[in-house]
């Protein structure tokens, strides 16, 4: 699962980028083994990484204008180096890699949460499933830079400072939806209305959250933070957050919505087909 491979033209030795910064990434934690509930909350971050990086890069070659197609790719890109770090970690319970965990896993193995599993629909849809989970993850980081575990703060550290620009990429284009003509103000409508009842699940407080006091960002402490930067968007934007219907997730129990096993036959056939095949 490496993203970018350079070739030294001195050893003619393939050196993987991302393996490296990876590296960087674990000396906090040196080379402890993540405990089977560290391994697990791990999952359900490391899995909302993963599965929503799937659905950006969808957008390549497809977003309403070029510099789009970039700004999701790299996004995408920011989010499967995320996924990378905290499966890695997760893997050290059981020695599993982390293309173990990616690719060969079945679907009630993920432990995603059901808004990132949420179809892309049009530009304006995927571009309010960005500003919730972005905007969550902001403040999930935000905390866990202070975690009793050095793996989990040190991967927290450095995401946070991506998923910053994440957020601010989001609001900007919500800001900009809502704001132009009829037909992209009644999308970014319709859109934020169609994400909304996936919102309540990232919050939910779970047993493993009492298990790893201190280790784990408890969700329901993160709402506030949400809360606060969602109103100032909506208020700016004109946007009347929606109330009724909330869904009843189940991600984190390994209970997913329907797509979620679309796209992992998706990402998953080259690896399965091929199992151990390099190139």
């Known amino acids: 699962m490496t993203d970018h491979d350079v070739v030294s033209t001195d050893t003619d030795v393939h050196v993987s980028v991302d393996a490296l910064e990876l590296a960087d990434e674990f000396v906090a934690g040196a080379d402890a083994a993540a405990s089977p509930d560290v391994a697990e909350y791990a999952l359900w971050l490391g899995d909302d990484a993963l599965i929503l990086s799937q659905q950006l890069g969808w957008w390549i070659a497809r977003a309403p204008e070029l510099e789009e197609d970039v700004a999701l790719g790299n996004i995408a890109l920011d989010l499967l180096g995320h996924a990378r770090s905290l499966l890695r970690y997760a893997g050290t319970a ?23 599993e949420q179809p892309n629909g049009d530009f304006a849809q995927t571009i309010a499933r960005q500003l919730i989970v972005s905007t969550y993850m902001f403040e999930l980081y935000s905390t866990l830079r202070s975690s009793a575990d050095p793996t989990l703060a040190a991967i927290a550290d450095k995401s946070l400072k991506e998923v910053d620009y994440h957020r601010d990429h989001a609001v900007q284009w919500t800001l900009r939806l809502a704001g132009g003509t009829d037909e992209s103000r009644d999308r ?29 960002a408890r969700p329901s402490s993160l709402r506030d933070g ?6 100032a968007v909506s208020a700016e934007a004109e946007i009347i957050v929606p109330e009724g219907f909330i869904s009843a997730g189940g991600g984190r129990r390994g209970i997913h919505f329907s797509t979620l096993g679309y796209l992992l036959a998706e990402m998953q056939v080259l690896a399965r087909q091929h199992p151990g095949a390099t190139w």
């Open 94 to 116: 059981d020695g599993r890699t982390e293309d173990d965990l990616a690719y060969f896993r079945d679907e009630r193995d993920f432990r995603s949460a059901w808004i990132v």
């Open 188 to 216: 970014m409508l319709r859109a934020v209305a169609a994400m909304w009842p996936y919102v309540d699940e990232l919050f939910r407080d779970e047993s493993l959250s009492d298990r790893l006091d201190g280790i784990a």
């Open 226 to 231: 949400f809360d606060a930067v969602i109103a």
